[in-house]
Nanobody, 125 residues
Framework: QVQLVESGGGLVQAGGSLRLSCAAS????????MGWFRQAPGKEREFVAA????????SYGDSVKGRFTISRDNAKNTVYLQMSSLKPEDTAVYYC??????????????????WGQGTQVTVSS
């Protein structure tokens, strides 16, 4: 059974940093794009970042570009999101996702096949 488990969320002050991890189990995703999305209360789930299978291509949402960095370790079947210069508007539940097809990275949540349960990130002002 495929499972994606996020960790690393928590409470941080504005300007601080957090590193999220997402460990996949049940099958290898080393050949597929992976991504991060987030959802704040009352808002739609939005794209944060995505990375190609070999880390050669990355894509970021406009609101996080220059502050967040996505990376992956295929040997560990894990994707990471390093978040810096955090702002209160970054407060949300963060979800990792896998696009289990050998297609390019995507910013559309409908293109992803597996999702984690999410981890809460709260940024205080």
């Amino acid at each position: 059974q495929v499972q994606l488990v996020e960790s690393g969320g928590g409470l941080v002050q504005a300007g601080g940093s957090l590193r999220l991890s997402c460990a996949a189990s049940g099958r290898s995703f080393s050949n597929y794009p992976m991504g991060w999305f987030r959802q704040a209360p009352g808002k739609e789930r939005e794209f944060v970042a995505a990375i190609s299978w070999n880390s050669g291509i990355t894509s970021y949402g406009d609101s996080v570009k220059g502050r967040f960095t996505i990376s992956r370790d295929n040997a560990k079947n894990t994707v990471y999101l390093q978040m810096s210069s955090l702002k209160p508007e970054d407060t949300a539940v963060y979800y990792c996702a896998v696009r289990a097809r050998m297609f390019p990275v995507s910013r559309s949540r409908g293109d992803y096949d597996y999702w984690g349960q999410g981890t809460q990130v709260t940024v205080s002002s």
